[in-house]
């Protein structure tokens, strides 16, 4: 290194010392001051170049004793008051060092001066210490989690946040513990610690959130924060960890998350019912051309023919079809479940056909029946709906193997210890109850399955196993009943169904001195069918024509208000369907009412009678048969309106 490079190297780490550093002759004039030299000129002289000392310190008794102190070569130290910024004399303003240098290109003593200003020190010590003091205020006041670490990851400080967070004892000293060791953590989440404490060593910010155990063993997720804080010169110092408790806010998404998806669910159901009102509609008018057709060629066959059997078997399936669509259309909330006293074994012996077709070839049905069964309280077509879900998924869970699948009912007194060990809880009452008992030879469940088959949206390994049995466990809910399933994989499934008995020992069916009525009673005059369905039109027409009235038919409400208008006086009464493109029923009431208010109007429609006629309260409307229907309670529900006095 030349002494070009050296002097330079020399000059830059005078001009970066801290301290006042001034060179002087002996007499006090300046040869070179350093920046720090510069500033207190200028703060006490008003000029950052002065050129003599005696321009800063006008103390000429310090300056003649310090003289003849440096003549011997010797160092000295000064200690100077200052009354203008310190007036106390106990604490010195400025310390002065004084020190002679030889020069050897010259035959003169230089003379390096050194000055430190207490006051501006103080002040400085002062503002770092209201510093601190904010900082540690800020520290402890902080509403979320700190802690201060080393970069060894030991806590040197925590505020009160954390120890609150923590549930930590206020005079517990954390201070020294490494972090990740604490018992705060667990396995997991120490292993997420380090890995926030390296990255902060590698001047990276480390963001994620950490499952927290208190000391009470509470569960709480902290979204945290690793950042380093570096000193003055761009190093190290320590590691500020932050927290913030999210369980609240993460238990509330999750709570708007359920909630999102219980709406997004109920509008899929809500569209769901729509399409399965739609289709049950449209259903019972195809119905009614099966149903409707095979009671008129029952009517027209001798009594000993042979297709009488099969005509009733059309009959009683298009039935159960019906059923059926009445179960859809009280789903879809355009219908109403109806509970009277029912007969178990009847509702069961006119499934066995249904049954029979909705299994597996390689599925053999066997039904065992309690005689003289009391009575249940229920809904027809609910119960043929558990029925007919639970031996369909039991011919699925057999598979395309040979099995067995037995329906048995009886009776059976259950006390509380009975329900205790069922796998859903109704608080069902100690009693005697009717049991509907459906057993597969499948391939059966295990017992953690088992305990869950009745979540709404559970599937299992298993094939029809799901969620027809959320909605099965609804339907025996509803009818204050209970179930129990028992199953071993390999073996087999048996679910026991068990329903309250019916308090009224008579079923509600037609009388037979009814049925002998609507055999005998003829009507007479005139009436307009309306109805958009070919078939149905041609069925009512025969049916109407069988009864002994005359027949005007209309294809919509357009069409029938005009017939009415030429023919008013001849109408005795209108057979209306309520749903019709152009003019609907609803329209088409309106308008014939006004026409005449005493009309006699039966609304038709394949929707349930009291979704319609709650649009029709006070309107005047006389009666309503739902689709399908034959003749015999077409027979009655015109002899209610036409003959109401006929014994």
């Known amino acids: 290194m030349n002494l070009r490079h050296q002097v330079e190297l020399l000059t830059a780490g005078f001009n970066s010392v801290a301290t006042c550093c001034v060179i002087t002759d002996q007499d006090w004039r300046i040869v070179m001051n350093n920046s720090s030299a510069e500033r207190l000129f200028a703060q006490h002289c008003g000029s950052e170049q002065i050129e003599n000392l005696r321009a800063l310190i006008p103390n000429e008794t310090m300056f003649k004793e310090v003289y ?99 549930e930590v004892p206020s005079h517990t000293d954390l201070s020294d513990t490494k972090f990740v060791d604490a018992p705060f953590f667990t396995k997991e989440d120490a292993k997420k610690i380090q890995l926030a404490v390296d990255t902060a060593l590698q001047k990276e910010i480390f963001r994620d959130v950490v499952t927290v155990h208190t000391l009470s063993g509470k569960l709480i997720y902290v979204d945290s924060v690793f950042c380093p804080i570096l000193d003055e010169h761009g190093h190290i110092e320590y590691i500020l960890a932050e927290g913030i408790d999210i369980t609240e ?66 009959e009683s399936t298009a039935r159960i079809a019906a059923d059926l669509c009445r179960q859809m259309l009280a789903y879809s909330g355009k219908g109403k479940f109806v509970v009277q006293p029912i007969d178990l074994n009847s509702v069961i012996s006119e499934m066995e ?99 869950r088959i009745f979540d709404p949206f559970f599937s299992t390994k298993f094939t029809g196993r799901g969620l027809g049995l959320a909605a099965v466990l609804g339907i025996v809910k509803g009818h204050s009943g209970n179930i129990k399933v028992y199953s071993e994989p390999g073996k087999g499934t048996t679910f026991k169904l068990l329903f309250p008995i019916s308090k009224n020992h008579v079923l509600e069916s037609i009388r037979d001195n009814d049925i002998q009525l609507e055999d005998k009673w003829r009507g007479e005059g005139t009436i307009l069918i309306v109805d958009d369905e070919e078939t149905i039109l041609a069925i009512a027409r025969e049916m109407l024509l069988l009864c002994g009235f005359e027949v005007i038919s209309a294809r919509d409400g357009f069409e029938a208000i005009k017939l009415y208008q030429q023919s008013s006086t001849d109408i005795d009464c209108v057979l209306l369907d309520l749903t019709m493109p152009r ?5 088409t009431f309106r308008e014939l009412r006004r026409l005449n208010p005493q009309l006699k109007i039966i609304m038709s429609s394949g929707y349930n009678e009291q979704e319609v006629t709650q649009n029709f309260v006070g309107k005047g409307l006389t009666g309503f048969i739902q689709k399908p229907y034959q003749l015999s309670e077409l027979k009655l529900k015109l002899k209610e309106i036409l003959s109401p006095l006929e014994e």
């Open 583 to 587: 003019m609907g029923g609803e329209a």
């Open 249 to 314: 806010r993460l238990a509330a998404e999750e709570e708007r998350e359920q909630l999102r998806v219980q709406i997004q669910h109920a509008q899929k159901l809500e569209s769901l019912g729509m399409l399965a009102g739609g289709i049950a509609h449209d259903f019972n008018n195809l119905l009614m051309g099966i149903l409707g057709h095979a009671d008129l060629a029952s009517l027209k066959l001798p009594a000993g023919s042979l297709a009488l059997n099969n005509l009733k078997e059309i």
């Open 68 to 166: 003849d102190k440096i003549s011997s070569g010797k160092a000295l130290k000064f200690q100077l008051l200052d009354e203008q910024f310190n007036p106390s004399p106990i604490k010195p303003a400025w310390m002065a060092n004084f020190e002679p240098i030889s020069s050897e290109s010259e035959d003169k003593t230089l003379v390096i001066v050194t000055i430190i200003d207490f006051r501006t020190r103080g002040e400085e010590l002062e503002q770092r210490r209201r510093a601190e003091a904010e900082f540690r205020a800020i520290f402890d006041n902080a509403f979320h989690f700190l802690a201060l670490l080393s970069t060894e990851g030991n806590i040197i400080q925590a505020n009160r946040a954390a120890l609150d967070l923590l």
């Open 353 to 451: 056909q249904l049954l029979a077709i909705s299994t597996s070839k390689n599925t053999v049905l066997k039904f065992q029946f309690s005689e003289e069964l009391p009575l249940m309280e229920g809904d027809a077509s609910q119960i043929s709906q558990i029925i007919l879900n639970l031996v369909m998924n039991a011919s699925e869970a057999i598979g395309t193997k040979s099995g067995i699948i037995s329906i048995t009912t009886g009776a059976m007194y259950c006390d509380t210890n009975y329900f205790r060990t069922n796998q859903v809880d109704f608080n069902t009452e100690p009693g005697t109850y009717l049991y509907l008992e459906i057993a597969d030879t499948g391939s059966g469940m295990d017992p953690e399955t088992v305990e």
